[in-house]
């Protein structure tokens, strides 16, 4: 682009150059046009002048005055000169124009006629032309008095050249075209004047233009320009001879407009082509004034069609123009080829540079060349490159702070919501206990905004003793730096509350206390229910105390019925027997039967007795839990029911060893193995014992082929006292099911029986490992049933 | 037991106290009985130093005003008193009261049967035994 503009400067350098060079050419070809024309016209006139000039001289000729003066003498004689000349003239002019009278001819025969005629001859052969139309003089009337030739009428003092000879002494006349003569010719009159320079009569020469006419086409000629076009006009813009038309000339004038231009003695000017010829050159010059003469007021104009005289600068144009697009073109070549080595890159740098302007650090140019452009690019490169880098680490590092800021927004948020819907009442107060913030819930509390309640205190919310005892609480945990988690009193409109509070001092970055942080919420209910639950406790526990005591002083009671009522049975019983044996001479044997009777009686109570009282204990003196092995304890307890001989009593499997209680388990196993004794009906009599482990519960089982029980008692006979049989049949107290059955329910186990009549029963109860298991490992693996 | 030495009673029931008396009868043993209705009267008379120490002293835990076990204690507490052998003679078969009276040094424990004849054959075994055994004193 820049090298396209730098050859559009040179071509419009150029351009301008040619321009001014041309207006150079231009002057110097009007210049010289303008030499030429005046050179020219110099010729003319010249060449006129020196055919004047002759005539001039001829005029002084003695023949020429001799013959004039005596005309003039002659005519003076006369006395009508005018009429004379008037009559003669119209004698010449009534004649035929061919027709030649004497009086003609003796004109055009005398001396100076015949030297006239010599001397046209002489100028005829000289320049190979009638140099002259025909020539005559004329006495100071007017009236020819030699001739070369006829002229057209006789006086021609009328005729305004005549005149204008006389007058000025020279007459140029405007060209014209003689027919007759076939020339372009002009007339020529000079005064006559004799020695002492009075006027005798003028000659009148019609110089054949046509050594003008030479002179102007020679110079037409003789111009290295084709268009060149002379033309002659004269004083009046009448066209004398236009080497354009050459037909015809000394028709038409010039231009108005021009014919004003041209007032200077020369010049030349610029001027449009006539008829659609292109602009023309228009060199003038002036005729001269000649020695005395008035200057014959022609104008010679050189006129050069501008194409022409400038096709050397046109040329030069034209070769501007070739060398200018040749330039332009090379210029782009160059500086298609630069831009490729250089402005490409340097456009790419700029892009490049652009492109990471926009931020699009990973631009990176493509080095071409190893030159300095090439090292630039790659500058550039590393310099992206370290941007990009940069540029990456600061956006990480905003990610980062963004991630953080958002993360923080959103948990100041999470935060912020917290505060707002938390219902647990928060506030923050200064060292002074100035609330600065407090959250939603507790300004509902105040009946506030929360903004509102900043900048008051605990005194402008609650009764003085409140507020007393609230800074007194600030002040303190302010003072020792601890936090501390208090159970106070609380007002909210108007009523009391209980509520636990939280309060912690705030410390700034130095480790300063700045305020007290606090977290409150309502505990009445739970207070309420805590007080209920306390009261409840208390109740329970004195109830349990209660029942505790009414249990043991049941139990005393029972222990103490017990004996109370056993001292006197005792008593009884052993009156009974001594009266037996004091007094047995006085029963009969019936009174005899009757005291038995009594006595088995007594035992019978006595027994119950000790039954109810086993059965109150159960459950109080349960003993210390132990580890039991029950195969020993079930060894200990048969012995003690000492089976009759007909009962086999056997242990079926390996009984585990338990932690229990040893009477009451014992106590189990008793009744249940001596009821199986007690109502054996078979002569062999078998009772099993068995274990197995079901559930997590131990299953023991006592089994027996006794006399069965019906499935309507199963559940009867664990009821207290009641027995099956008759308890004259059978010595039960009807209470070992029963007492059983308790201990049993106790640890958390079961007891039934399952029997079929005639065949046995077998009385099962359960045992849960957890209340009974031994802990210790080492004896779980004795339990192996 | 040294024949002339008494065996003290203690016992507040009337009829319990009756069949003690009629079994040693029926056991001819010739010690002299001396029957206290309760504890305090037993300790006056032991304290009483014109009475005559019993060899063993035969006592009820079951009694009204000082009960039988304040009655050891005391009597345990009693330098002078604290080596006479008592044997328990009562109808608790509680085990505390048994493990209370060996913890107050008692020499015996027997549980008065309903039945007199087995109550004889446990007076019997007593007598025997402290025929026996040697007195502290």
């Known amino acids: ?785 | 037991m040294v024949d002339t030495k008494p065996i003290l009673l203690v016992e507040d029931d009337h009829v319990d106290a009756m069949m003690v008396k009629r079994a040693l009868r029926d056991l001819k043993v010739t010690n002299p009985l001396v029957h206290s209705k309760n504890g305090k009267e037993a300790l006056e008379y032991l304290r009483d130093e014109n009475n005559k120490q019993p060899c063993v002293i035969l006592l009820d835990l079951n009694m009204p005003e000082t009960n039988g076990v304040e009655f050891l204690r005391a009597l345990k507490a009693d330098e002078s008193l604290k080596l006479t052998p008592v044997v328990v003679l009562t109808v608790s078969t509680e085990e505390r009261d048994v493990i209370e009276s060996f913890n107050l040094s008692v020499a015996g424990y027997i549980i008065k049967p309903v039945d007199y004849k087995k109550f004889v054959e446990a007076i019997r075994t007593v007598a025997l035994y402290w025929t026996l055994s040697e007195l502290p004193y």
């Open chain 1, 1 to 785: 682009m820049a090298f396209v503009s730098v050859a559009l400067l040179i071509g419009v350098a150029g351009y301008i150059s040619l321009n001014t060079s041309q207006k150079a050419l231009q002057e110097s070809i009007g210049e010289n046009s303008v030499s030429l024309a005046t050179g020219t016209l110099n010729n003319i006139d010249g060449a006129i002048y020196n055919r004047i000039e002759e005539f001039q001289i001829y005029s002084e000729d003695s023949e020429v005055q001799e013959v004039t003066k005596e005309s003039n003498d002659e005519f003076e004689k006369l006395d009508d000169i005018q009429g004379y000349i008037a009559q003669k003239d119209k004698e010449w002019t009534s004649v035929p124009k061919e027709t030649v009278t004497a009086f003609m001819q003796k004109l055009a025969s005398n001396e100076p006629a015949k030297e006239l005629k010599r001397r046209l001859k002489f100028y005829e052969e000289k320049y190979g032309y009638r140099v002259f139309g025909e020539v005559f003089v004329t006495n100071k009337y007017g009236v020819n008095v030699a001739q070369t030739g006829k002229t057209t009428d006789y006086s021609q003092a009328d005729e305004q050249w005549w005149q204008m000879t006389k007058k000025s002494g020279l007459y140029v006349a405007d060209v014209e075209y003689d027919k007759s003569a076939n020339v372009y010719s002009t007339d020529i009159g000079i005064r006559i004047d004799d020695e002492n320079g009075n006027f005798i009569g003028v000659i009148k020469a019609v110089l054949n233009i046509e050594s003008v006419i030479d002179i102007i086409k020679k110079a037409k000629k003789a111009s290295i320009y084709e268009t060149t076009e002379l033309k002659l006009f004269d004083k009046k813009g009448r066209m004398i001879f236009d080497t354009a038309k050459e037909l015809e000339a000394f028709k038409g004038t010039l231009d108005k407009g021009i014919f004003e231009k041209i007032t200077k003695s020369s010049g030349y000017l610029l001027k449009a082509g006539e008829s659609g010829e292109g602009e023309e050159l228009f060199a003038y010059a002036h005729s001269k004034r000649y020695r005395d003469y008035e200057p014959l007021g022609w104008v010679l104009a050189i006129e050069y069609e501008t194409k022409e005289i400038f096709a050397s600068v046109a040329e030069l144009k034209n070769i501007m123009l070739i060398v200018f697009l040749t330039l332009t073109i090379v210029a782009i070549l160059i500086g298609l080829s630069v831009s490729r080595t250089i402005s490409k890159p340097v456009q790419k740098l700029r892009n490049a540079a652009l492109g990471v302007g926009k931020g699009e650090l990973d631009t990176k140019i493509e080095v071409e060349s190893k030159d300095e452009v090439g090292e630039l690019a790659n500058s550039f490169n590393k310099m992206t490159g370290h941007l990009k880098e940069t540029v990456d680490n600061l956006n990480r590092e905003i990610d980062e702070r963004r991630r953080t800021e958002k993360a923080l927004r959103e948990s100041e948020n999470k935060y912020r919501t917290l505060l707002k819907n938390i219902p647990q009442k928060i506030f923050y107060k200064d060292s002074n206990s100035v609330y600065v913030l407090c959250n939603e819930s507790y300004a509902k509390d105040l009946k506030l905004k929360p903004v509102q309640v900043k900048g008051k205190t605990d005194y402008d919310f609650y009764p003085k003793d409140l507020a007393d005892k609230y800074a007194a609480d600030d002040k303190r945990i302010m003072q020792a730096d601890k936090s501390e988690m208090m159970e106070e009193k609380y007002i909210k409109k108007g009523q009391e509350y209980i509520v636990q509070t939280c309060k912690s001092p705030v410390k700034d970055e130095h480790g300063n206390v700045i305020g007290v942080f606090g977290v409150f919420w309502d505990i009445t209910d739970r207070k309420k229910a805590e007080q209920s639950l306390e009261k409840l406790n208390k109740d329970l526990e004195s109830t349990i105390q209660e029942l505790s005591r009414s249990n043991r002083e049941l139990h005393e009671f029972a222990y103490i019925a017990a004996h109370d009522l056993k001292a006197p049975l005792r008593a009884i019983g052993t009156l009974a027997d001594w009266l037996l044996t004091d007094y047995s001479d006085k029963f009969d044997q019936q009174g005899k039967e009757r005291v038995n009777l009594l006595v088995s009686r007594v035992k019978r109570i006595d027994k119950l007795i000790d039954s109810i009282l086993w059965y109150s204990e159960v459950g109080h003196n349960m003993q210390e839990n132990e580890e039991m092995d029950l195969n020993e304890l079930l060894s200990e307890v048969i012995y003690k029911i000492e089976p009759p001989e007909n009962i086999e009593i056997t242990i079926e499997n390996e009984l585990p060893t338990i932690i229990c209680g040893k009477r009451p388990i014992a106590q189990v196993f008793q009744n249940l193995i001596s009821n199986a004794v007690r109502y054996m009906d078979k002569p062999e009599g078998q009772i099993k014992v068995s274990c197995s482990e079901e559930n997590g519960f131990w299953k023991f089982g006592v089994s027996d082929n006794g006399p069965g029980i019906e499935e309507k008692y199963f559940e009867k006979i664990f009821k207290i006292f009641q027995t099956l049989l008759p308890r004259d049949e059978v010595e039960a107290t009807g209470i070992g099911l029963s007492l059983a059955k308790k201990i049993v329910e106790l640890y958390g186990g079961r007891i039934w029986v399952e029997s079929k009549l005639e065949r046995g029963s077998t009385f099962y109860f359960t045992l849960p490992k957890e209340e009974v298991e031994v802990k210790n490992g080492r004896h779980k693996a004795n339990i192996a049933c």
